[in-house]
């Protein structure tokens, strides 16, 4: 048998677009793992582990933020800070900051949890830049 | 074979400059003043030259180009829908439409095949062309720039075979490609001295054209590119663009409909494209290189079977779309796709899921259409319908009168009124024009699905056929049953012209007995002989057929028919005669007349009968 009259074998075709899917699927889960676990973790239908959260932040911090990857960083910030990780989640929060130096909803949100955390030097430092960034603005 | 016919064939030992150094070859060793150029696929129309040496009046002209065409439409090449006598063939457009656009600017080139020269004008340029593969274009573009002319006439004169394998049909275009581009270094119609400016524009878009592959690629991967990296090139996707998308869309597509003429059909267009795009940009990138560039002849024998390797860029492109579509899907499922509730984030997933689905469609049909088994014969029938009488060879004595629906030199299609035995020898006499030729075949096929509603086809191989009478076939093929063919499947309508008559023909139409296509066996009784002919089409009140012989309009003569519901006898009047073929073949209109009662009934049956189709 040719291999090219292969393509026109309905049991060829079914099984290999099966399995094809299947890879595919296979593919899709391991491509966007950290993806999916983030807003699982986020969404409180996975209860978080801990270990891969933080692989994951690590991750997330060594690459060049899109807006889908600084939206997805912020909902691990704030799954990392719920589940008591805090170190971890300031950190995501602070590389979130110096990649939107100008968006002050994030840089307060940042301060607020500095100063929750007792770091209130580092949540003096943003509420300063906060407030200089308002009088400059009016 | 060349001796018995008068003529002399020249050959070469060697082979260098390949079709080009054989033209010149012959050209210093001929004498005509003017030279016609068919390959050897090629069958001229005995009217070939009448048609185009009236042009060469004009001192100033070297050639006159005519449309290539293609007879063997059982070729991959052709979509064919033989109920709707319809046919499509990818260079329909090129050489319809295109040309005799590009001779209105005096741009009308030889393509290689199925044109007249004028020898002075070829020894001017110093003969044809040899530092390119496409010979054709370079030599027009050469004579061109000496100031001699070129003329597109639009008619089909002469027939030759597609391509029936993608390997053949691939070596064909490769050759086309790596030759046009290649211009490009060596006589760039953009600044070559002596062309004016539409020739420039013409000849370069020919060149340019070549390079389609490129912008096809693009098109073909871009959107199961985006699925699967969602990375958009526009931003924001919004009303403003999307209603901006859909009129270009429409334009574009009701532009190409009215441009084309009847000719293009967008889904086959694009399915060739799908099929060439990886060959285009293999010849680009050979050609940009400037690597050495073969002459190989195209293979217009039986066809080969595909192979993987050559249809491996549409697999690919199956299996990247088929793969882009349930990525997106797992994007819904796993809610990773951005912003589905806005409508930049739908439609940024809706456009490119309905392009991707539609390449891979293209990619699928491409696929199809050249690994499906190749059944054909190795010649090609030529479909058409001679009026074949038979006669059965056995003590069981059986004759009656049917037609062929297709034919060439080896055997026919035959469809009868009565059923006949299987493996029976026959006694045919094909009415072959004012020529019956008598011959012996057996059946070796029936056709079961085709056979119902009073209808039997059979397969026929003749049998120790002689050589004069398989000639007169193929000669009655050519002259006859091609342009009857043509006639019906090469005629477009434009939109506007189909428009028109449909607003002015309607009450007509209304008013009138409907025609209905029947191809049937008749005989008209003229005064000094029997013509045996097949109807075109039959209505209660009248009939079309197909003759050898023009007849007097006003003339009234007998008439019998043969139909799967019985026979007709009747009277007709001849109401128009119109050449097909100068002095071979004639549409005739004619009336009914005086029909019986019985013959009234037996037509009345055949009209309302539901196998209609079958005849068609």
């Given at each position: 048998?040719?291999?090219?009259?292969?393509?026109?074998?309905?049991?060829?075709?079914?099984?290999?677009?099966?399995?094809?899917?299947?890879?595919?699927?296979?593919?899709?889960?391991?491509?966007?793992?950290?993806?999916?676990?983030?807003?699982?973790?986020?969404?409180?239908?996975?209860?978080?582990?801990?270990?891969?959260?933080?692989?994951?932040?690590?991750?997330?911090?060594?690459?060049?933020?899109?807006?889908?990857?600084?939206?997805?960083?912020?909902?691990?910030?704030?799954?990392?800070?719920?589940?008591?990780?805090?170190?971890?989640?300031?950190?995501?929060?602070?590389?979130?900051?110096?990649?939107?130096?100008?968006?002050?909803?994030?840089?307060?949100?940042?301060?607020?949890?500095?100063?929750?955390?007792?770091?209130?030097?580092?949540?003096?430092?943003?509420?300063?830049?906060?407030?200089?960034?308002?009088?400059?603005?009016? | 074979?060349?001796?018995?016919l008068?003529?002399?064939?020249?050959?070469?030992?060697?082979?260098?400059?390949?079709?080009?150094?054989?033209?010149?070859?012959?050209?210093?060793?001929?004498?005509?003043?003017?030279?016609?150029?068919?390959?050897?696929?090629y069958v001229p129309q005995p009217d070939f030259l009448e048609k185009?040496?009236?042009?060469?009046?004009?001192?100033?002209?070297?050639?006159?180009?005519?449309?290539?065409h293609?007879y063997n439409v059982?070729?991959?090449?052709?979509?064919?829908?033989?109920?709707?006598r319809?046919?499509?063939?990818?260079?329909?457009?090129?050489?319809?439409?295109?040309?005799?656009?590009?001779?209105?600017?005096?741009?009308?080139?030889?393509?290689?095949?199925?044109?007249?020269?004028?020898?002075?004008?070829?020894?001017?340029?110093?003969?044809?062309?040899?530092?390119?593969?496409?010979?054709?274009?370079?030599?027009?573009?050469?004579?061109?720039?000496?100031?001699?002319?070129?003329?597109?006439?639009?008619e089909v004169l002469s027939s030759g075979?597609?391509?029936?394998?993608?390997?053949?049909?691939?070596?064909?275009?490769?050759?086309?490609?790596?030759?046009?581009?290649?211009?490009?270094?060596?006589?760039?119609?953009?600044?070559?001295?002596?062309?004016?400016?539409?020739?420039?524009?013409?000849?370069?878009?020919?060149?340019?054209?070549?390079?389609?592959?490129?912008?096809?690629?693009?098109?073909?991967?871009?959107?199961?590119?985006?699925?699967?990296?969602?990375?958009?090139?526009?931003?924001?996707?919004?009303?403003?663009?999307?209603?901006?998308?859909?009129?270009?869309?429409?334009?574009?597509?009701?532009?190409?409909?009215?441009?084309?003429?009847?000719?293009?059909?967008?889904?086959?267009?694009?399915?060739?494209?799908?099929?060439?795009?990886?060959?285009?940009?293999?010849?680009?990138?050979?050609?940009?290189?400037?690597?050495?560039?073969?002459?190989?002849?195209?293979?217009?024998?039986?066809?080969?079977?595909?192979?993987?390797?050559?249809?491996?860029?549409?697999?690919?492109?199956?299996?990247?779309?088929?793969?882009?579509?349930?990525?997106?899907?797992?994007?819904?499922?796993?809610?990773?796709?951005?912003?589905?509730?806005?409508?930049?984030?739908?439609?940024?997933?809706?456009?490119?899921?309905?392009?991707?689905?539609?390449?891979?469609?293209?990619?699928?049909?491409?696929?199809?259409?050249?690994?499906?088994?190749?059944?054909?014969?190795?010649t090609f029938r030529f479909l058409g319908s001679v009026a074949v009488e038979y006669a059965?060879?056995?003590?069981?004595?059986?004759r009656g009168l049917g037609i062929s629906q297709d034919l060439n030199e080896s055997g026919l299609s035959l469809m009868t009124f009565?059923?006949?035995?299987?493996?029976?020898?026959l006694i045919l006499t094909l009415h072959l024009g004012s020529r019956p030729v008598e011959c012996h075949g057996?059946?070796?096929?029936?056709?079961?699905?085709?056979?119902?509603?009073?209808?039997?086809?059979y397969?026929i191989q003749f049998i120790?056929i002689r050589q004069s009478t398989q000639d007169l076939i193929i000669q009655h093929c050519f002259e006859s049953v091609l342009p009857n063919f043509l006639r019906h499947f090469d005629r477009?309508?434009?939109?506007?012209?189909?428009?028109?008559?449909?607003?002015?023909?309607?009450?007509?139409?209304?008013?009138?007995?409907?025609?209905?296509t029947f191809t049937l066996p008749l005989i008209v009784r003229l005064p000094e002989d029997n013509l045996f002919a097949v109807s075109e089409d039959v209505?209660?009140?009248g009939l079309s057929l197909i003759s050898h012989v023009p007849l007097k309009a006003?003339e009234?003569m007998p008439v019998e028919m043969m139909t799967?519901?019985?026979?007709?006898?009747?009277?007709v009047?001849i109401r128009h005669s119109r050449e097909v073929v100068a002095g071979r073949s004639y549409h005739i209109g004619c009336?009914?007349?005086?029909?019986?009662?019985?013959?009234?009934?037996?037509?009345?049956?055949?009209?309302?009968?539901?196998?209609?189709?079958?005849a068609a």
């Amino acid at each position: 048998m040719r291999p090219v009259t292969l393509l026109h074998h309905r049991g060829f075709l079914a099984l290999f677009a099966c399995s094809y899917v299947v890879a595919l699927w296979f593919a899709f889960l391991w491509f966007h793992n950290d993806e999916i676990a983030i807003r699982r973790w986020f969404n409180g239908e996975l209860p978080i582990d801990h270990e891969q959260a933080a692989v994951v932040a690590q991750h997330w911090m060594d690459i060049d933020l899109t807006e889908r990857h600084s939206r997805l960083l912020g909902q691990l910030a704030d799954v990392l800070l719920r589940s008591g990780n805090a170190d971890q989640g300031i950190r995501i929060l602070e590389r979130l900051v110096t990649a939107k130096p100008g968006d002050a909803a994030l840089r307060m949100h940042l301060a607020l949890i500095l100063h929750q955390a007792g770091r209130f030097q580092d949540a003096e430092r943003h509420f300063g830049i906060l407030l200089e960034e308002n009088s400059t603005h009016g | 074979m060349a001796k018995d016919l008068g003529c002399q064939y020249i050959a070469r030992t060697e082979r260098l400059d390949a079709k080009a150094g054989n033209l010149n070859h012959a050209l210093a060793r001929t004498h005509g003043d003017y030279i016609a150029i068919f390959d050897s696929d090629y069958v001229p129309q005995p009217d070939f030259l009448e048609k185009t040496l009236g042009y060469f009046t004009d001192a100033q002209l070297a050639f006159v180009q005519t449309p290539h065409h293609y007879y063997n439409v059982d070729s991959f090449q052709f979509r064919m829908r033989i109920g709707k006598r319809d046919k499509w063939n990818e260079q329909d457009v090129f050489y319809r439409l295109m040309m005799p656009g590009r001779d209105y600017w005096s741009s009308a080139f030889f393509a290689g095949t199925s044109a007249i020269f004028r020898k002075r004008a070829l020894v001017d340029i110093g003969g044809f062309a040899t530092q390119s593969i496409t010979e054709d274009l370079l030599t027009t573009i050469r004579l061109y720039r000496r100031k001699w002319k070129g003329i597109y006439h639009n008619e089909v004169l002469s027939s030759g075979l597609a391509a029936k394998d993608l390997k053949s049909y691939h070596t064909q275009k490769q050759r086309w490609a790596e030759g046009n581009i290649s211009l490009l270094f060596t006589d760039n119609p953009l600044w070559t001295s002596g062309l004016s400016i539409p020739q420039r524009v013409c000849f370069f878009s020919t060149v340019f054209g070549w390079l389609a592959g490129f912008p096809a690629l693009i098109y073909f991967i871009a959107p199961a590119v985006l699925l699967m990296t969602r990375m958009f090139p526009i931003h924001p996707l919004d009303w403003a663009f999307l209603w901006r998308y859909v009129v270009f869309l429409s334009i574009t597509l009701i532009g190409f409909k009215i441009a084309s003429r009847g000719y293009g059909r967008l889904r086959y267009d694009q399915a060739y494209n799908m099929l060439n795009f990886f060959l285009l940009i293999k010849a680009a990138v050979k050609s940009f290189l400037r690597l050495p560039a073969t002459f190989l002849v195209t293979n217009k024998g039986r066809g080969e079977a595909v192979t993987l390797r050559a249809i491996m860029p549409q697999i690919a492109l199956v299996l990247l779309c088929l793969g882009a579509v349930p990525w997106a899907v797992f994007h819904i499922v796993y809610q990773t796709w951005d912003g589905l509730d806005r409508l930049d984030g739908s439609l940024g997933l809706a456009i490119p899921v309905f392009w991707t689905a539609i390449n891979a469609l293209l990619a699928i049909s491409a696929i199809k259409s050249v690994t499906a088994p190749i059944y054909h014969r190795y010649t090609f029938r030529f479909l058409g319908s001679v009026a074949v009488e038979y006669a059965s060879e056995t003590a069981t004595p059986m004759r009656g009168l049917g037609i062929s629906q297709d034919l060439n030199e080896s055997g026919l299609s035959l469809m009868t009124f009565q059923p006949l035995q299987s493996s029976e020898r026959l006694i045919l006499t094909l009415h072959l024009g004012s020529r019956p030729v008598e011959c012996h075949g057996a059946i070796v096929f029936h056709d079961a699905d085709k056979s119902h509603g009073g209808y039997y086809v059979y397969g026929i191989q003749f049998i120790d056929i002689r050589q004069s009478t398989q000639d007169l076939i193929i000669q009655h093929c050519f002259e006859s049953v091609l342009p009857n063919f043509l006639r019906h499947f090469d005629r477009r309508d434009t939109l506007t012209a189909r428009a028109v008559f449909w607003y002015y023909n309607r009450r007509r139409i209304r008013a009138r007995a409907p025609r209905q296509t029947f191809t049937l066996p008749l005989i008209v009784r003229l005064p000094e002989d029997n013509l045996f002919a097949v109807s075109e089409d039959v209505s209660r009140s009248g009939l079309s057929l197909i003759s050898h012989v023009p007849l007097k309009a006003g003339e009234h003569m007998p008439v019998e028919m043969m139909t799967p519901v019985g026979r007709v006898y009747g009277e007709v009047e001849i109401r128009h005669s119109r050449e097909v073929v100068a002095g071979r073949s004639y549409h005739i209109g004619c009336r009914l007349l005086a029909l019986s009662r019985s013959s009234s009934q037996v037509l009345v049956r055949l009209l309302a009968s539901t196998a209609r189709s079958q005849a068609a």
